[in-house]
């Protein structure tokens, strides 16, 4: 995966002044925890806080079914120094981590972008990585198959012994076997977060592990900076053309909600999204006539699919697809997700994916001899 990273040594101090500004533009603030040490300014992720003392940081993962209360507390102590004395409840961990277990590989990209990447010893899921890096480690053995997330081999794990497993927690779910290894599960919740920037400053959380923090921030100055440029292309652009997304499964259709994180990118690639008075964070399940009744005349329609997927296909499917406009006029954008690497590169390059969706919305303002990385006219 070629990654624009930003070297810290080489990153201007105006840059690093302008982050917080950048971000600013696109986000509202977050919330803060306790009042223990001082805080990091997390300027768009709304779902973790960062402490610092002079003994150790404490990183708090709030709980995104419930935001007043934490999900998680880490308490992190520099691995050369003597453990400190008095630290708050939360699971200690020595920093910088060593060995570590990946239950997605979206997790695993971000210690790819720190630079990080040969502490990864283990992995879940590892039929959707596509990552060259990933899948050669893979390959040659240097990173461990654990199977699938729901049915975890505890034992080939424990054989690479590593310091913490970073996983994605779900709402009433526990995590089986694994809670008895003794490993420090890592519940990293930046899917629940609602905006594209939002959701790669999760790279900082996990940066704090490995001691990159400013690796870290240096990384999320210039993608603020390119998301920011791009949003600043549409300035003046008036016209929003309207846009809904997906398609049915069985008889439910699930569209985003209005406040969701590709409600964002839409508003942010100047379209008009149908759904965008809806405050709802996740997806809303709708029947088809509703949501034929309100998209029957949007001028785009976006689907994202595991297979290759025509018009004529679509129509086979279902029918009535065929009355929507957009069906009509060729103007669906298509993205086949096993053929390209948006789930893994597009949450830590939402700049990428957000030139993709303005190429298509505003083709008055494309580049030059531009080609889209993710998404595509569908074929007929």
Known sequence: ?????????????????????????????????????????????????????????????????????????????????????????????????SHIACLSSVDASMIEMLGDIDKVKAMAETSYVKMPTLRKALDEGRIADIGEYASLNIEKLMDVSPEIIIVSPYQNMGYGKLETTGITIVENAGYMENTPLGRAEWIRF???????????????????????????????????????????????????????????????????????????????????ETVYDKAEEADFWIIKSDNDLTYQQLKSEYAPYAHFKAWKNRKIIFSNTTRNNYYEEGVMNPDWVLQDLIYFFHPEVVWTDFKPRYFEWMQY
Not at 47 to 57: A, K, L, R, S, V
Not at 218 to 247: C, H, W
């Open 206 to 288: 996990v940066a704090a592990f490995l001691k990159k923090s400013r690796e870290a921030e240096a990384l999320m100055a210039g993608i603020a900076e390119r998301y920011q440029s791009l949003l600043a292309r549409l300035d003046g652009v008036e016209n929003r053309p309207t846009v809904f997304s997906e398609k049915k499964y069985g008889q439910v259709w699930h569209v985003p909600g209005g406040n969701s994180y590709m409600a964002h990118f839409f508003r942010d690639a100047g379209a008009d999204y149908l759904w965008k008075d809806n405050t709802h964070t996740g997806s809303l399940s709708l029947d088809f």
């Open 1 to 97: 995966m070629k990654i624009n990273k930003l070297s810290v040594k080489k990153l201007s101090i105006k840059r690093m002044l302008l982050y917080p500004v950048l971000l600013l533009l696109s986000c509202s603030g977050g919330k803060l925890a306790k009042d223990v040490g001082q805080p990091v300014a997390i300027t768009c992720a709304r779902g973790f806080t960062i402490h610092e003392t002079d003994d150790y940081t404490l990183l708090n993962v709030i709980n995104p079914w419930d935001t007043t209360s934490i999900l998680h507390t880490y308490v992190l102590i520099d691995r050369e120094k003597p453990r400190p004395e008095n630290l708050p409840e939360g699971d200690v961990v020595k920093i910088p981590v």
